[in-house]
Structure formats: structure tokens, C-alpha cells
């Protein structure tokens, strides 16, 4: 079940926040007594602390909060200090120092603890958008324990490299759709399979094998020949363009091939039916209605039906899922309403009960020609001359 998004505002202190205050500061957790201290650099560091290792999640910055040593242990926890300027502007002050952020702003949930006590304070999620991040001044800097410390080369060129892997990857799955479609649906035409290959993994290796070396003498370069953060940012930038070449495409290519076994077809097709369950109730569950009943016994009986064996009737299902939340999606507040639910389960009650794809539009072309045969040759928006267009398309 999808997790319940948290709270962005609690009357007393959450479970969370008074966990954070007993740890005490760290470089995972930040206290600061004023709002006014809090900065781009800050902001900054903490973000970058958070893309240096992928187990990390987030760092937290308790703002409004004051250090305290406890006399018999000497451990040193936070102590809700308060907001002298109140909730609204401390918000609006941690807004305006993110948007500062460089070079995208960095990514912030604020929310208010204790807003009915006497000390409230703010409890901020950061996570970076585009590491590493910097302030106007350009410095890239993370955290370490309660102290900041500029990013190593390495550490700036491994930010980088996962950086560009990311966004290489997600523009190099959208490249072969095609063959993923060749490889889950029509399992037998081995000469488009043996062409997706050949494009999508042969070509890059023997790119890798190019610029293999080019690409290791720039690392070699970006981490002797910096003299400062500034500087391996700007080598790690460059370098990073031939490297991405070599960052996941077999592996990408590899594990999409497998995404398409049946296997994971039939993987993939439980967990859309899953979330389509999780959005009808989460847009349904007010409703107590007999026909809100009746809604939910049908949609039960679809998505907790059997999983076929066929990958062609499974990819097909998963289109009719896709499909159906994308319209979701679309409608006021991206929610369902009953009617819509109504109305798309009997859509896909008749698309699951027989599968089929349209067959192809055929005009009464020997009419047309018949009727004005100079007119369909030369009009390029004839009825004749459209259709053959479909033609040349393939």
C-alpha cells in the first residue's frame, strides 16, 4: 500500500521531530535558534551531504530550536526555542533562501511543529533537485558531523557521474521503446530483435571502446589538476560528456530487455492493478453509497482476477491500466469522480473482455478516384493521397 503522505503541520511535536531533538545535531540533523542564519550555503551543503551517498533520503533542519547539554550524560539535544518573527515568516524566509540555490533551487518541505505550543519551530526535509548544489559565491560545499567542508574532487565527480547516468538513462529508455515493444509483445520476430540489438548494444560498445581512454584520462585530470571545488566542477562538467557514454547503456538496454520477460510483464501488470486500487479508493473511500458498493466490487473483480501467461495479453492490460490512470490524471484535481469511475470500468471491462487493436481505416478510394481522379493525384490533402502517406510512413 502506497504510503500516506505526512502531515505538514502538527498542533503538538510529531513522533519525528522530538526523535530528532533527543539525537541531538549531526550532519544529518541541523538545529538553528534563528531563521535569519539559515542560507543558500546552508541549504546547499545539506543537499549535497544528502546526493553523496544513494541510502540517504533527506537531511533535516530544525529551525526555532536551541541546544542544551543534559548535566549527568554531557549529551547535547535540542530544546524548542520559538520563531520571533512566527511561522509565516520563517516559512517564507527558507522559501526565498532555496530559491537561491544554484543551479537549480534545491528541494525543501517545511513543516510546522508545535504551532499551539508556546516555542514553535519548523522542521525542513531538504533533498537535492540537480547536484551538486552551490550558492551565488560558487561554493559547493556538504556537511561533516556539525561543520561544512568543500566537496572533494571525487566526491564532485562521482555527483556528476550519477548526475548525467540518471538523465542519459531516462533519454536512452525513451530511445527503445520500440524494440521493448518488439521484445514483450511479438516474442517471435527475431530480425526487429536482432536490429534493436544491434543498434542499441553494439553501436555503444564500440563507443565505449572509443572513448574508454579519453574518457580516463579526463577523471585523471579533473582530480590532480584542480586546485580548487570550482575547478574539479568545471574539469568534472566536461569530462562528464564522454563518460556518460560509458555510464549503464549495455546494463540499461539489458535490463529492459529483461523488463519485458514474462516474468516481470506479469510483475508489472499486479503492481498497476495495485495502484489502480490505491487511486479508486483514495478517491472513492467518502462514498457510502450502494452504488459506491457496487463500484467497488466490480473493480475488485477485475484487478484481483488472474494474471494471463500470454506477455501479448499482458502488455495489452498494462496499456488499459496506464491508460485509465493517465485520464485520472487529467480530470479536476487529477481525482475520479463515481461517474468517471463508473464510466472508466465499463471502459475496461469491454477492452478486457475481448482485446483486440483497431483495424486500419480503408476509404472508398476507387470511389474518389472515380468521382475527381486529377483532384486526388494532385491535392496532397486528398482522401487518396493522405492514405498514401500512411503508406510511406511505414
Do not use: C
Not at 533527506?58 to 526555542?81: C, I, Q, S, W
Not at 560528456?241 to 523488463?259: A, G, K, S
Not at 493517465?326 to 461517474?339: C, I, L, V, Y
Request: charged share 30%; proline share 4%; net charge negative.
Amino acid at each position: 500500500m502506497t504510503k500516506q503522505p505526512e502531515p505538514s503541520r502538527y498542533s503538538t511535536v510529531s513522533q519525528v521531530a522530538q526523535s530528532i531533538l533527543a539525537l541531538g545535531e549531526s550532519d544529518r540533523y541541523e538545529f538553528k535558534r534563528d531563521v535569519d542564519v539559515v542560507t543558500p550555503k546552508l541549504l546547499a551543503a545539506l543537499a549535497n551531504w544528502v546526493s553523496l551517498d544513494p541510502t540517504r533520503e533527506a537531511a533535516h533542519l530544525l529551525v526555532g530550536v536551541d541546544e542544551a547539554e543534559d548535566e549527568e550524560t554531557g549529551l547535547v539535544y535540542g530544546v524548542p526555542f520559538g520563531l520571533s518573527k512566527g511561522l509565516d515568516k520563517a516559512v517564507a524566509r527558507i522559501q526565498d533562501m532555496a530559491s537561491k540555490t544554484r543551479p537549480i533551487p534545491v528541494d525543501v518541505r517545511i513543516i510546522e511543529e508545535g504551532v499551539d505550543q508556546a516555542t514553535p519551530f519548523l522542521r525542513v526535509e531538504i533533498r537535492p533537485s540537480m547536484a551538486p548544489h552551490f550558492d551565488d559565491e560558487g561554493r559547493r560545499q556538504t556537511r561533516q558531523g556539525r561543520s561544512t567542508r568543500a566537496l572533494t574532487d571525487d566526491e564532485l565527480l562521482g555527483v556528476y557521474l550519477d548526475r548525467e547516468a540518471g538523465s542519459f538513462a531516462a533519454r536512452f529508455r525513451q530511445t527503445t521503446t520500440e524494440l521493448q515493444s518488439a521484445v514483450g509483445v511479438v516474442g517471435g520476430q527475431v530480425d526487429q530483435i536482432a536490429a534493436g540489438i544491434e543498434k542499441n548494444i553494439a553501436e555503444p560498445i564500440a563507443r565505449m571502446t572509443a572513448t574508454a581512454e579519453e574518457a580516463a584520462d579526463a577523471a585523471h585530470s579533473a582530480a590532480s589538476a584542480a586546485d580548487s571545488a570550482n575547478a574539479a566542477a568545471d574539469t568534472a562538467t566536461y569530462e562528464v560528456e564522454h563518460v556518460q557514454r560509458l555510464v549503464r547503456e549495455l546494463q540499461e538496454v539489458v535490463d529492459d530487455l529483461d523488463d519485458e520477460s514474462h516474468q516481470s510483464l506479469v510483475y508489472r501488470v499486479v503492481q498497476l492493478r495495485r495502484k489502480v486500487w490505491w487511486n479508486f479508493a483514495v478517491d472513492t473511500h467518502q462514498r457510502t453509497s450502494a452504488w459506491a458498493n457496487k463500484l467497488t466490487d466490480e473493480l475488485r473483480d477485475l484487478l484481483a482476477g488472474d494474471v494471463s501467461v500470454e506477455p501479448a495479453r499482458n502488455s495489452w492490460e498494462l496499456d488499459v491500466w496506464q491508460d485509465m490512470l493517465r485520464d485520472r490524471g487529467e480530470q479536476r484535481h487529477s481525482r475520479g469522480t463515481q461517474k468517471w469511475w463508473a464510466a472508466a470500468i465499463e471502459e475496461v471491462q469491454d477492452f478486457l473482455k475481448d482485446p483486440v487493436y483497431a483495424g486500419p481505416d480503408l476509404p472508398d478510394l476507387r470511389a474518389a478516384l472515380q468521382a475527381d481522379f486529377d483532384h486526388e493525384v494532385d491535392d496532397p490533402e486528398s482522401v487518396t493521397n493522405q492514405f498514401r502517406a500512411l503508406l510511406d510512413d511505414d
